[in-house]
């Protein structure tokens, strides 16, 4: 067995990326209120990587004000909860693998349901 240690793929996001996202899942209405809920987060010195937090925040939300508070406070607490739940699920959801072949496999199926998840079109 190998003890090489898999990487998991890290998204390069912008705050631009973040604002798509918004106009993409949200009403044009709420725009405001949900740009004001984002910017809770990176208030704190610990706070790290904003924008893929945001990100993983909107897409954890899918389109609901009351999700998108809650998953904000989570992020607040540990912003590493929402990387795991948005970027890697059945990853972190599986926690123990048959093989290094099999952890790949589904790396490689998380990284492609976010990366799907992030160029999907609005509608």
């Known amino acids: 067995m190998s003890t090489r240690m898999l990487k998991q793929p890290i998204p390069t996001v912008t705050a631009g990326h973040v604002e798509r996202i ?30 893929r937090v945001q990100l993983a925040v909107l897409k954890l939300a899918g389109g609901n004000l009351k999700d998108l508070r809650r998953y904000i406070e989570a992020a607040k607490s540990d912003y590493r909860d929402v990387f795991a739940w948005a970027e890697f699920p059945a990853y972190f959801r599986q926690g123990t ?23 999907r079109n609005p509608g």
């Open 22 to 51: 918004v106009r993409r899942d949200f009403a044009q209405e709420q725009f405001a209120a949900v740009m004001e809920i984002l910017s809770e987060y990176g208030t704190q010195n610990w706070h790290r990587e904003c924008p």
């Open 97 to 119: 693998f048959a093989s290094e072949a099999e952890r790949q496999s589904v790396i490689e199926s998380d990284w492609h349901q976010y990366e799907r998840w992030l160029s």
